[in-house]
């Protein structure tokens, strides 16, 4: 049995619209102009090795919390906090506003409170 796949990605340059296609084996770009370059799987690895060389591999794109609003984000917590937000928690504010409080995403007060024994439903 032969395991199939196909995926496509777009993106926009000054130049135009780019469009990427890989089939099983086979990766063909279509260019703004129309010009099409196919390759082999094993020949756009070999490009994408060359231009991490020459240019730096892609930045990682930013998660969605991943911004100014969560200033505490990886911080660790501390008694006086754990004790804060059970009180918040207990007052039943929302998630969102308790992450708000502490400058944290909302998975990381859920998370927080899991820890603490606190089931959120």
Known sequence: MTTVFSKTISWRSSD???TLTMDTGVGELLAPDGQVTRMTIAQWRDVQIALNELIGPAPLPRSRGDDSSQPNRGQPWTAESDTEL??????KLPIRAIAEHFG??????TARLARLGIVVE
């Open 86 to 91: 059970r009180s918040l928690w207990d007052r």
């Open 104 to 109: 944290r995403s909302r998975g990381a007060i």
């Open 16 to 18: 135009g619209e780019f």
